[in-house]
Every structure is written in C-alpha cells, then in structure tokens.
C-alpha cells in the first residue's frame, strides 16, 4: 500500500498550489479521502474530504471557497486544489485513504511567504 503526495512548495500569499495524492496496492474507488496538515507545535487538522465516488466533499471552514477536492478513480489520485493562499495554510499536507482501514502517505510541505 502505497500513497504518494506531490505538489508541495513555497509559494506568495495569494498564490495557488495543487497537491496529487497517487493511491497504489489497495481499492482505490471504495475508499473516502481526506487531506490533512499539520502545522509546527499544533494539531493534526482535517483540511477536506472526498466521498468514494466523488459525489459528497466536505471542507473545513478555515479553507471553504478556497480549496477543492476532487479526484480520478481511473488514475487512482486525489487532488487538493489550493488558491488564495495565507500565510497561516503553511502545513505538511498529508493524504488519508479511509474506509475499513486507514492509509497514510508521508506528507508533503507546503510553506507560502512572501
């Protein structure tokens, strides 16, 4: 099992990144994802989900009508589309596939400074 984030970076406020979260060695398609970050000396956050067949996305209220989630069940990859960046969404940005177990990916950075 395997999940690979990509797509992280430093980037100005304002600015806009597209994390990929690349899914291998279990079903894909059955599973929710979900994007979390997690910021130096705080918490786990739950940023977005995204229902199994991309019908239902829930964000939390800190990134509404900023970020989207969406994915591609054919190419196995969940997106975070990230716009209007503030400095405060600096994070490591990590996947989560769900369903009757739990998979992690490792995490990718993501810095915006100006």
């Known amino acids: 099992v395997q999940l690979v984030e990509s797509g992280g970076g430093m980037v100005q406020p304002g600015g806009s990144l597209r994390l990929s979260c690349a899914a291998s060695g279990f079903g894909f398609s059955i599973y929710t994802m979900n994007w979390y970050r997690q910021a130096p000396g705080a918490g786990r956050e739950l940023v977005a989900a995204?229902?199994?067949?991309?019908?239902?996305?829930w964000y939390a209220d800190s990134v509404k009508d900023r970020f989207t989630i969406f994915r591609d069940n054919a190419k196995n990859t969940v997106y975070l589309q990230m716009n209007s960046l503030k400095p405060e969404d600096t994070a490591v940005y990590s996947c989560n596939a769900q369903w009757i177990k739990s998979y992690w990916g490792q995490g990718t950075q993501v810095t915006v400074s100006s």
């Open positions: 995204i229902t199994s067949a991309g019908g239902i996305t």
